[in-house]
T-cell receptor, first 116, second 118 residues
Framework: AQSVAQPEDQVNVAEGNPLTVKCTYS??????LFWYVQYPNRGLQFLLKYITGDNLVKGSYGFEAEFNKSQTSFHLKKPSALVSDSALYFC??????????????FGAGTRLAVHP | EAGVAQSPRYKIIEKRQSVAFWCNPISGHATLYWYQQILGQGPKLLIQFQNNGVVDDSQLPKDRFSAERLKGVDSTLKIQPAKLEDSAVYLC????????????????FGEGSRLTVL
């Protein structure tokens, strides 16, 4: 079954340092992969997606993600973290169903804490 | 552009009572989703509508949960009777289709309705 795994419950990083939030996927065929962010008491917001093409995908708020087929990974990165980046981050994969519809399967989430 | 609207934002009820949540998606979005997010977990899809038809309700506890999307616009999710384990945030989301008629996968979420069952 198509799924994603986020191996870290929490990531701590100092402001100004680079950050990485990890995601691995398990899919058959070509994956459609997504990152979403959730700030406290808010709904999820779309950050970026990978469908095809360049393995490095750029998204909102200076985030980017690197698709690595050989390692089945889609890690989220940012060169210089901000305190305001502190939030919950979800990786997701789009799963196709017969009948032409699809749905997103979310990982458990990783809490990013950026310290001043 | 107005976002996805949800109400109420917070609801506290006792077990065995009923509750209803309302969602108004972004105008023109064909697909509407209800997710359940339990504290510390990722969102779990309860039901997905394409216009006013259900395309996936495989994880909806149908003995107590129901949802409808009359006229293919706004939607209501009902829980009756509620259990303690239903305490969660209920997220509504919507998405549009691309020119090929495929769901884009980019979901726009509302701020959620937080349910506490005592």
């Amino acid at each position: 079954a198509q799924s994603v795994a986020q191996p870290e419950d929490q990531v701590n990083v100092a402001e100004g340092n680079p950050l990485t939030v990890k995601c691995t996927y398990s899919v058959s065929g070509n994956p459609y992969l997504f990152w979403y962010v959730q700030y406290p008491n808010r709904g999820l917001q779309f950050l970026l997606k990978y469908i095809t093409g360049d393995n490095l995908v750029k998204g909102s708020y200076g985030f980017e993600a690197e698709f690595n087929k050989s390692q089945t990974s889609f890690h989220l990165k940012k060169p210089s973290a901000l305190v305001s980046d502190s939030a919950l981050y979800f990786c997701a994969v789009r799963r196709m169903f017969s009948g032409g519809y699809n749905k997103l399967i979310f990982g458990a989430g990783t809490r990013l804490a950026v310290h001043p | 552009e107005a976002g996805v609207a949800q109400s109420p934002r917070y609801k506290i009820i006792e077990k065995r009572q009923s509750v209803a949540f309302w969602c108004n998606p972004i105008s023109g979005h064909a697909t509407l989703y209800w997710y359940q997010q339990i504290l510390g977990q990722g969102p779990k899809l309860l039901i997905q509508f394409q216009n006013n038809g259900v395309v996936d309700d495989s994880q909806l506890p149908k003995d107590r949960f129901s949802a409808e999307r009359l006229k293919g616009v706004d939607s209501t999710l009902k829980i009756q009777p509620a259990k303690l384990e239903d305490s969660a945030v209920y997220l509504c989301a919507s998405s549009s289709n691309n020119l090929a008629g495929e769901n884009t996968g980019e979901l726009f979420f509302g701020e959620g309705s937080r349910l506490t069952v005592l």
